[in-house]
T-cell receptor
């Protein structure tokens, strides 16, 4: 069965510092992978997705993620954190079927300190 | 594009009553819609998957008679919480897929049962 693990339930960085949120997946075949962001009392917004094209994926708000099959990882990065990046981040995977369910990680709370 | 709305955004109801939550895809046809429940500081828990015109598929442990899901059209799915009790209080989020790998999420509905 597919699973997604986000290492670190809480990450704190200073404004302007590098953001690195870790995600590992387990799947017998490379799945579709996603990063979503959730602000308090809101739904999820898609940051970026990997769908077996380029392994380095660029998303919105300056975020990017690299798919590494050898490490079964899909870590999310941003070179310079902004205060507005403080939110909950979810990594998710999905099978190749477009009707497949999303499997979510536990989520990582990103705190950005001034 | 790919906007999903939910109504209401928050609702308070008395124990024993029923409440209906609507999920609409505003600018695309959603062949599949998903309903999630989210507890504070936790990840999303998939409740059920619904395809237009067919019965919803519920996840293990979700009471289908309590959480009624209808997907009557390609743009509308509804979740009805029947005979609500305080333990049903939660944040309910829907998402919609239109034949592409990603799902688009609604803003969520905060249900409080008193």
């Amino acid at each position: 069965a597919q699973s997604v693990t986000q290492l670190g339930s809480h990450v704190s960085v200073s404004e302007g510092a590098l953001v690195l949120l870790r995600c590992n997946y387990s799947s017998s075949v490379p799945p579709y992978l996603f990063w979503y962001v959730q602000y308090p009392n809101q739904g999820l917004q898609l940051l970026l997705k990997y769908t077996s094209a380029a392994t380095l994926v660029k998303g919105i708000n300056g975020f990017e993620a690299e798919f590494k099959k050898s490490e079964t990882s899909f870590h999310l990065t941003k070179p310079s954190a902004h205060m507005s990046d403080a939110a909950e981040y979810f990594c998710a995977s999905r099978g190749s079927s477009n009707t497949g369910k999303l499997i979510f990680g536990q989520g990582t709370t990103l705190q950005v300190k001034p | 594009g790919a906007v999903v709305s939910q109504h209401p955004s928050w609702v308070i109801c008395k124990s024993g009553t029923s409440v209906k939550i609507e999920c609409r895809s505003l600018d695309f046809q959603a062949t599949t819609m998903f309903w999630y429940r989210q507890f504070p500081k936790q990840s999303l828990m998939l409740m059920a998957t619904s395809n237009e015109g067919s019965k919803a598929t519920y996840e293990q442990g979700v009471e289908k008679d309590k959480f009624l899901i209808n997907h009557a059209s390609l743009t509308l799915s509804t979740l009805t919480v029947t005979s609500a009790h305080p333990e049903d209080s939660s944040f309910y989020i829907c998402s919609a897929g239109g034949g592409t790998p990603e799902q688009y999420f609604g803003p969520g509905t905060r249900l409080t049962v008193t």
